[in-house]
Structure formats: C-alpha cells, structure tokens
C-alpha cells in the first residue's frame, strides 16, 4: 500500500497502521497477517515471476487469497481442456462439480472470433478456493510464461457472468483479500477490565475472563483428561503501536465428560475463570485478550476500547467496579486476592434471579475532618436499561438529600454513610437483587466527600437471567 503524495516517513507510517490494524491477533507482539503478506510475496516473486515482472495473475490471486485449496495443471489442446481428474478433498471436487454442471470450464477456441492459439496446446491452470466457492483459469495463451485469465471470445454466451476475469473481479469487490487466521471454530469467552490506583503514577489494570468449559473437547474424543489454556492481554495505543503485555498459562482445567447436545449448553454452563493484572501509564488504549486452548489451538480474542483513567490527582476518585461472583476474606495470598479478600472474578455479570452481586471498590483521596476521621457518603445504584422493566424503586436509609436524583425512575437505590482511618479506603458488599426481573441494569456508585463537597461516581453493566 503506497499514498502519493505523501513523504517517505508518511507512507511508511501508513504502511504500519494498515497493516496493525489488520493484525488478526493484537495480543501478540507478532501481527500474523502481515507476515503471512511477506510469505505470500516471496512465494509469488519466485513462482509467477517468469512471464511478467513481479508476478503474473496467477500472483495477483494468490497475494490476495493464499495457497488455493487445489492447483491443477495441464494442457489445453484444440481450445478446450479439462484434464483435472478427481482429488482426496471432496470440496474441491464438488466445486469443479458444479461448474461442470453449469458449463463453466476453460474454452478459448470456436467463438465468433476464436484464437490462433487455439489450434495449438497451451498450458493452462486450475485453482479452487473452496471457501470462496472458486475456480479460476489462468492460461499461457502467447506461450511466454505469462499466466492470465483466458482471452474473451467474442459472441460467446454466458462469459459476461461467468469469465473467470468476472469472477476474480466480484470476488475482489466482495472480499479484496482473505486470511483465516483460526481455522478451527473461535472459543466464546468473557472480559472484564478494572482498573486502581497503582505505584509511581501508574495504574493497576486487571483484566478478568471467563470461558465455558463446555466447549471443550471431552475427555474421550482428546485422550486427555485435562485442558492447558493459555492467556494473554495487550494494550495498544489508539494508533496500533505496541505497549505493554503479560501472558499467563492456567492451572489444568478439567474437560467436560460428555459432548453437550446444544451449543448454548456448553457456553452457559460452569466456567473457567482467570484474572492478569499489568501497571500502565493513564490514557486511551486498545486492549487484547487472547486464550487458546493449546492441544486443539481453537482461541478466543477479544478487543475492546479501555480508558485507563489517572488516580494521581489530589482529589476524590473511585476506583473502576469490580462486580463478582462472591467476596469473603482470604486465608492467605491467592490468585484471586486483594486486600485481604478473595473476590472470585464473575467476567460475564450475568447473574441468576436473586443472586446477591457481590461489588468490591476502592476510593481514594479523602480528606480527613476537624477529628482526623475521614468520613465519607455512598449511593448506589441499580437502575434499569430499559424502560417499564418494572423493579420496585426504593431507597434504603435516609441520605437521599445529599445525593441527585437516581438517574432512572426504575431504581433501587442504597445509601449509607462510612469513615475510614486513611485517605484510601476498601470497600466491599453484596447487593439483593431479589425481586429484580430478568434484563440489563447499570450499577452506579456515588462517592461525596461531605468535608469538601466533592463527588465523584463509576458505573458498571450487569444482567439477570435464569440459569
């Protein structure tokens, strides 16, 4: 990819940013895909060169779309020619199949106007792309290496729709160029990021997942008993430049017993959950999780925007929401430890009808009062995302008058006020969701520090659902 016009810095930046922001897997430092470009211009540079410099069209195509699913070679004589004869891979056959049927094959001789070529044998090629439903005809028609599509016969029916050089064009206008950097079917999983107040100006990013086991192979089909995932979670600037990364591998996860009969089963069912924790600098990131399951080499990758904000500044702050599945104090240090409390990561926020949502945060930058007590008032909130979803609005205790409005006529409101002997303060509890009926609802937690009268507020996305 060139710009004119631009100087040699600015279309080398351009080069990068088009290339990383195709990056099939943006937790890696390695972009796969453009590696895969190089390969597949070495490979048409030495193979396609001989009749036209870099490549001919049998090299165009494969920059764009790969190593096809089967190249056959052979020679055409008397202008038609088909001696392709039936392979191991049924795709394949099936495609040449129904071209046969719809008479699509390589014809260049008795049109209106027919080639002085076609008298003679020529060497001509056949590539199927079975993803894409494709076969192409490449032909050497002047017999000077020089592959291309097939010359048009004049007054030859049917060429207008069906010319391999209108078929290459509609696909290129579709799909431009094709790499499948998966292969097997992607794992579903679950991220969440949080973010606290870190060391030295940084802050502390976790990034919680979750992954069905389900979905993974049984025991018996994979002759093992146990699963090997490994995780990894980047950050990169808003322009695709590399930042920072950590990469973990789980404990064993234990693989279902049995194959799940629907595959809603397996992904809604009991999950594997996992937590990475990395220091950044504050700003605007783009944030990468990958985890594959390593004997099958399916992944899930996740991407998502994260704002990681700046906790540095000498006022009231509140750390990001950690919403889990359960908190209670911790025997010692643990994977999922923090303050003294095991908070077991609840990625997805989907919870059951009347599951307590157990909510752990941090607020920082209090200011202590005339008896050196750092006292400050908390509201939360759960409101609904959409309207009439009929939860009872309530509030419990009575500091509703130093809070705004809840910001949804559909609300359960708490408020409690608490003082601490520090200007960071860690705070945990469970909220009752009984009554609440299955939807969407955001959790809103205000912080006023009634010394200064400064406030401050963080929110998070839950979901009930049955189970």
């Known amino acids: 990819m060139k710009e004119a016009g631009l100087p040699s810095d600015g279309r080398d930046e351009s080069w990068r940013v088009f290339w990383a922001a195709r990056d099939p897997n943006p937790a890696t430092e390695v ?4 590696v895969e470009h190089y390969r597949r211009v070495t490979f048409a540079r030495t193979q396609f060169f001989r009749g036209q410099f870099p490549w001919d069209r049998r090299g165009e195509i494969y920059v764009r779309y790969g190593e096809p699913d089967d190249r056959a070679r052979f020679v055409a004589v008397g202008g038609e020619g088909r ?3 039936p392979i191991v891979n049924p795709q394949v056959d099936g495609v040449r199949a129904r071209n046969a049927n719809w008479q699509y094959h390589l014809f260049t001789g008795t049109g209106a106007v027919a080639s002085s070529y076609s008298l003679v044998g020529f060497k001509a090629e056949s590539s199927v792309y079975v993803e894409h439903e494709l076969e192409l005809f490449f032909v050497d028609q002047l017999g000077v290496e020089k592959f291309d599509y097939p010359l048009e016969q004049v007054g030859f029916v049917g060429q207008d729709t069906f010319h391999p050089r209108k078929m290459a064009q509609e696909l290129i206008k579709k799909m431009p160029n094709f790499y499948d950097y998966g292969g097997e079917t992607p794992l579903v999983a679950a991220v969440v990021v ?22 993974l192979a049984v025991a018996e089909e994979s002759g093992e008993r146990m699963a090997l995932v490994e995780s990894r979670f980047a950050l990169r600037d808003r322009q695709y430049r590399w930042v920072k990364a950590i990469s973990d591998t789980t404990d064993p996860i234990a693989r279902p017993a049995f194959v799940s009969k629907k595959r809603k089963d397996a992904v809604d069912g009991p999950s594997h959950v996992a937590s990475m924790r990395l220091d950044a600098k504050p700003g605007i990131y783009r944030s990468a999780l990958s985890i594959e399951e390593l004997s099958s080499r399916r992944t899930a990758l996740l991407e998502n925007p994260v704002d ?6 000498d006022t009231l702050n509140i750390s990001g929401l950690r919403l889990a599945a359960s908190i209670k104090p911790a025997d010692g240090p643990g994977r999922f430890v923090r303050q003294g409390l095991e908070i077991v990561p609840n990625p997805s926020r989907v919870y059951g009808p009347s599951e307590p949502v157990f ?6 930058h209090l200011t202590p009062d005339s008896t050196n007590r750092y006292r400050f008032h908390t509201q939360i909130e759960i409101a609904g995302k959409t309207r009439n979803q009929g939860i009872l609005k309530r509030t419990l205790n009575g500091l509703g008058r130093l809070f705004a409005p809840p910001k949804s006529e559909a609300s359960i409101v708490y408020t409690f006020e608490d003082a601490g002997t520090d200007s960071t303060v860690y705070k945990f509890t469970s909220l009752d969701t009984d009554g609440l009926p299955e939807g969407a609802y955001t959790l809103i937690v205000t912080v006023i520090n009634p010394v200064t009268g400064v406030h401050t507020d963080q929110a998070a996305e839950f979901s009930v659902q049955k189970r």
């Not at 990681?308 to 500044?313: E, G």
């Not at 909510?359 to 920082?364: A, D, F, K, S, T």
């Open 31 to 34: 972009n796969e895909r453009l």
């Open 359 to 364: 909510l752990y945060y941090e607020v920082y």
């Open 308 to 313: 990681i904000p700046d906790y540095t500044a």
């Open 83 to 85: 001696t392709t004869r």
């Open 194 to 215: 949080v973010t606290y107040k870190g060391e030295e100006g940084l802050t502390e990013v976790e990034a919680e997942w979750s992954l069905p086991v389900g979905q």
